[in-house]
């Protein structure tokens, strides 16, 4: 494993920038999550990484080694894709180990590294299956064993969960979380699911149009997002905002309040009328009109009996109120 640092990483597509100066610490080990939307430069930034597309100027540095010149297949990587691209006439063991065998690495080698893998990614009793007889979950983690067996430096997934349905997600989630403490690997991960990102990340690296918008771990960022931008990505139901009178009695353009700390009570000081009403069991989630502010969401743990078209009066934690100012910067927080 090793460290990564970008350093002033710029990339154009003619006159398009689409990478706009990123500065990027990476520790040895860690965990580290770009997510952001569609067309943010996430995954051009991990193909810029792996070597698959040039950089316009700045330097990617490996361990201790600047590797802007370096081919892919030279800078210790191993990355998993969206698309698990086996090879359909091979069989697990055969694609797990084509690389090392291409590499000249003694056939030995090959099946002890293969053997961990398997061991780690219980795919012991699928060796000698091909990719038709697999599910998309272990043809992923076919995929992954086979980043595994070439014991590189640092691995880089490209939403590796994007074509499992929730369940598989779910479950692969979890397994990737556990393959990286096992390994203590050096890891960058991309995803557009900012759920993926909270539950899987050391840090998680927030970008969007081509820039960071914030780096640090997902609590830091849930807790004190530094903009508007990071605030309403970073959660789901995303936190709400508010302008106005009532963020200008708080010194603010903007209020935000996450879900969870709106509370429906008698002596709330914001009247809504309720719109919709999503019953998930261990929560409900309660959706209001709030004049001129549009939809605000409230998460009320357990079942809560509320109707379309109630009115209700919304009274917020006033120690998790968000402050923004005209420029979507966070102010500090209330006393």
Request: net charge neutral; charged share 20%; glycine share 10%.
């Amino acid at each position: 494993m090793a460290s990564l640092a970008l350093e002033k990483v710029t990339k154009s597509f003619g006159k398009t920038d689409v990478i706009k100066g990123v500065d990027l610490d990476v520790r040895e080990g860690e965990f580290i999550v770009f997510v952001g939307p569609s067309g943010c430069g996430k995954s051009t930034l991990l193909r810029i990484i792996a070597g698959l597309e040039d950089q316009t100027s700045g330097h990617v540095r490996i361990g201790d080694q600047v590797v802007d010149a370096v081919p892919p297949a030279k800078r210790g990587i191993a990355m998993v894709f969206q698309s698990y691209a086996l090879y359909p006439h091979l069989n697990v063991r055969g694609n797990m180990g084509l690389a090392l065998k291409q590499e000249g690495i003694p056939k030995a080698e090959i099946e002890a590294r293969i053997k961990k893998a398997a061991d780690i990614l219980a795919l012991d009793a699928l060796l000698d299956r091909r990719p038709s007889e697999l599910s998309g979950g272990q043809r992923q983690r076919v995929a992954i064993g086979r980043a595994i067996v070439r014991q590189p430096k640092l691995f880089l997934f490209d939403e590796p969960l994007s074509n499992l349905d929730a369940a598989l997600r779910v479950n692969t989630r979890i397994e990737i979380a556990k393959l990286h403490r096992l390994l203590g690997a050096t890891l960058v991960y991309v995803t557009h699911d900012q759920t993926e990102a909270m539950t899987l990340a050391d840090r998680i690296v927030v970008l969007n149009g081509g820039r960071i918008e914030q780096v640090g771990s997902p609590m830091e960022l849930y807790k004190n997002p530094a903009n508007l931008f990071v605030a309403g990505f970073i959660g789901s139901p995303k936190m709400n905002f508010i302008g106005g009178a009532i963020a200008a009695e708080h010194g603010a353009q903007t209020l935000g309040i996450r879900p969870e700390n709106l509370e429906i009570a008698a002596d709330g000081p914001w009247s809504a009328m309720v719109s919709h009403v999503e019953h998930l069991g261990s929560d409900t989630y309660v959706y209001v009109e709030m004049a001129e502010h549009g939809l605000i969401a409230a998460r009320i743990v357990g079942e809560a009996l509320h109707q379309p078209g109630e009115m209700v009066r919304l009274k917020p934690v006033p120690e998790f109120l968000h402050l923004f100012d005209e420029n979507g910067l966070a102010l500090p927080r209330p006393a």
